[in-house]
T-cell receptor, first 113, second 111 residues
Framework: ETGVTQTPRHLVMGMTNKKSLKCEQHLGHNAMYWYKQSAKKPLELMFVYSLEERVENNSVPSRFSPECPNSSHLFLHLHTLQPEDSALYLC????????????FGPGTRLTVL | EDQVTQSPEALRLQEGESSSLNCSYTVSGLRGLFWYRQDPGKGPEFLFTLYSAGEEKEKERLKATLTKKESFLHITAPKPEDSATYLCAVNYGGSQGNLIFGKGTKLSVKP
């Protein structure tokens, strides 16, 4: 349960705000991920980092900006978001890449007003 | 076009009433199939990974099976605490793999 932590757990922001989501993994993994989960939709992969290098960016709008300073930490910087960006943002990690089992954090529930 | 389809979308069971959830996939080059459990407001919790047709894995009241086109999650004598959304994910193709999720099955078990 505490292998992957995320802060904050809840965030309400206006469309002109700038905020950041933080993820930390304590599993000794080398790959980290950001996902978006909206109601009635499958999890959408946003970004993949392997050994601190971004290896995938699935056409995510530039208002989302990831940062991976080391293999244990991952950030998602948010600016000028839209109401449709309201969702549960999940961080995950795996031992190496996407072929390995991913372990998820509890998520950040984001509401954009 | 859905590549991973879970059915049913929602399932209501009485405590002790066994049933199965389905995950069908149309991808080629399956590298692995994953089952997760997700409680409301929480992140998915890993349950099983299956790699080849015929493989089975069990954990308490749950048993996952895999064929060439689908996977089943069998729930034997469920309890109310088994209520959750169960997610299926498929990893396929490429050297890095591609992981895609189904929409999930919401299971409710009534006492």
């Amino acid at each position: 349960e505490t292998g992957v932590t995320q802060t904050p757990r809840h965030l309400v922001m206006g469309m002109t705000n700038k905020k950041s989501l933080k993820c930390e993994q304590h599993l000794g993994h080398n790959a980290m991920y950001w996902y978006k989960q909206s109601a009635k939709k499958p999890l959408e992969l946003m970004f993949v980092y392997s050994l601190e290098e971004r290896v995938e960016n699935n056409s995510v709008p530039s208002r989302f900006s990831p940062e991976c300073p080391n293999s244990s930490h991952l950030f998602l910087h948010l600016h000028t978001l839209q109401p449709e960006d309201s969702a549960l943002y999940l961080c995950a990690s795996s031992r190496t890449g996407q072929l390995d089992t991913q372990y998820f954090g509890p998520g950040t529930r984001l509401t954009v007003l | 076009e859905d590549q991973v389809t879970q059915s049913p979308e929602a399932l209501r069971l009485q405590e002790g009433e066994s049933s199965s959830l389905n995950c069908s996939y149309t991808v080629s080059g399956l590298r692995g199939l994953f089952w997760y459990r997700q409680d409301p407001g929480k992140g998915p919790e890993f349950l099983f990974t299956l790699y080849s047709a015929g493989e089975e894995k069990e954990k308490e009241r749950l048993k996952a099976t895999l064929t060439k086109k689908e996977s089943f999650l069998h729930i034997t004598a469920p309890k109310p605490e088994d209520s959750a959304t169960y997610l299926c994910a498929v990893n396929y193709g490429g050297s890095q793999g591609n992981l895609i999720f189904g929409k999930g099955t919401k299971l409710s078990v009534k006492p």
